[in-house]
């Protein structure tokens, strides 16, 4: 399976802090957003990834991430000229994903739980139809909304609604079989002037062949696209690494948790971050206690 992370789009909610930098480089609480998605991929076991973006800021991508190998990870790079939709990312990445099922994350989703591990396994499982993440929100209105029958099937998804018929939004992370690349080519700009996933997801459920999956109350989700969730992610993050002691989002203590890297290669990872930084201690307690 394949791993695309979109990390386009012009941020307007976040200006001036993005007036001059993508905002998937901004920090939640001591590592950039990115990261974030990026280990989430890294999770579900997932090692070729591609990152989208727009051409001034790939560039900085490359600085931050490089070709991921010291993640024991394989990442490129595409350009997303004008953001056009997230369905768009499908077409940009249709050489990169290829003859395989993919996996697409937004860039500003953040993702904690204790099952979160298993249901995004099983999603990756999944290499006929899509799989999604349902999970309740007090605003459904801003997001794409799942109706359910009687039976808690879902029958409809529909994109922020004036009037929700659930409470249940459907994330950022998405799970396709290769059929994606095709049916992202075949569905029309929505009035916005964008190719919306909301399309793409509808075309799997009206085939039946569309896996929801339920976020519980034991994982967190969060849409970082405002300050105030800016905020209320860094946050969150602050009081479980400085409760429990596990770094959350960390491309690195994933990379070795998954054994794609050893003690010594980690070490190696972390060498230039400065003795006294609070997030290389994180990291340092983290390895010595795993």
Same mark, same amino acid.
């Given at each position: ?14 200006? @001036?802090?993005? $007036?001059?930098? /993508? ?15 990026? *280990? ?6 997932? +090692? ?6 727009? @051409?001034?800021?790939?560039?900085? !991508? ?12 394989? #990442?490129? !790079? ?11 990312? %499908?077409?940009?990445? +249709? ?5 395989? /099922? ?12 204790? *099952? %979160?591990?298993?249901?995004? $396994?099983?999603?990756? *499982? ?6 999604? %993440? ?5 605003? @459904?209105?801003?997001?794409?909304? #799942? ?20 409470? %249940? ?11 994606? &690349? ?6 029309? @700009? ?6 919306? &996933? ?30 105030? /969730? ?13 409760? +429990? ?15 794609? &890297? ?18 290389? $201690? ?6 010595? !206690?795993?």
């Amino acid at each position: 399976m394949k791993g695309i992370i979109l990390a386009g789009g012009k941020a307007t909610r976040l200006y @001036p802090a993005t $007036k001059v930098i /993508s905002k998937h480089l901004l920090p939640i609480y001591n590592k950039p957003m990115i990261f974030y998605p990026l *280990s989430t991929l890294m999770l579900a076991g997932i +090692q070729d990834i591609l990152v989208i973006s727009n @051409p001034k800021d790939l560039s900085l !991508y490359r600085d931050l991430l490089g070709d991921g190998h010291l993640f024991g990870v394989n #990442i490129s !790079y595409k350009e997303q000229p004008e953001p056009k939709g997230i369905a768009q990312a %499908f077409i940009i990445g +249709q050489e990169f994903i290829a003859n395989e /099922s993919c996996c697409l994350i937004l860039g500003d989703n953040l993702f904690f739980g204790s *099952s %979160f591990e298993k249901n995004i $396994k099983y999603a990756s *499982s999944n290499n006929n139809g899509a799989s999604i %993440f349902a999970y309740r929100v007090d605003k @459904p209105e801003s997001y794409g909304v #799942i109706e359910f029958d009687s039976s808690m099937n879902a029958i409809s998804i529909e994109e922020k609604p004036k009037s929700p018929k659930s409470k %249940f939004a459907v994330t950022g992370l998405y799970f396709f079989d290769n059929n994606v &690349i095709e049916i992202a080519k075949g569905i029309s @700009p929505s009035k916005r002037g964008e190719l919306e &996933i909301t399309d793409i997801n509808m075309t799997y459920l009206e085939n039946k062949k569309m896996k929801v999956i339920k976020l519980g109350t034991g994982t967190a989700w969060l849409d970082t696209g405002t300050h105030e /969730s800016l905020v209320d992610a860094s946050s969150f993050v602050r009081t479980i690494e400085n409760r +429990q002691g596990i770094p959350i989002g960390s491309p690195e203590a994933t990379a070795y948790s998954q054994g794609w &890297i050893n003690s010594a290669q980690f070490e190696v990872l972390i060498e230039d971050y400065p003795e006294n930084q609070d997030y290389k $201690k994180l990291l340092k307690k983290y390895i010595e !206690y795993k």
